[in-house]
C-alpha cells in the first residue's frame, strides 16, 4: 500500500535519525495511513478510500460527499 493520503496528498518526509553518539543515518517519516470504507448516499455506493488520520478526522467534519468531491477535483479517481 502507497503511504499517500488521497484526500490531503501528505506523503512520507524523509530526514535524519541522530544517535546518542550524534551519528546521523537516512529515515522516514511515514504518514499515519488508514484505508477506510465509506457508503456514498448520492451514489448508492461503497467508497474505499485511503487516507491519513487527519484526513479521517477532516472526513467526520466536512460529510464523505464533499470529501469525495475534494478527492475527484484533485484529479485523483475514487
Not at 546521523?24 to 487516507?51: A, M
Amino acid at each position: 500500500m502507497s503511504r499517500h493520503c488521497q484526500l490531503t496528498g501528505a506523503e512520507p518526509g524523509f530526514g535524519n535519525a541522530v544517535s546518542h553518539s550524534h551519528r546521523r543515518t537516512s529515515r522516514r517519516f511515514d504518514p499515519n495511513i488508514q484505508r477506510k470504507r465509506y457508503w456514498l448516499p448520492g451514489e448508492g455506493c461503497h467508497v474505499r478510500l485511503t487516507l491519513s488520520a487527519r484526513a479521517v478526522r477532516t472526513v467526520d467534519a466536512i460529510g464523505v460527499e464533499a470529501a469525495v468531491a475534494r478527492i475527484r477535483a484533485r484529479g485523483v479517481k475514487v
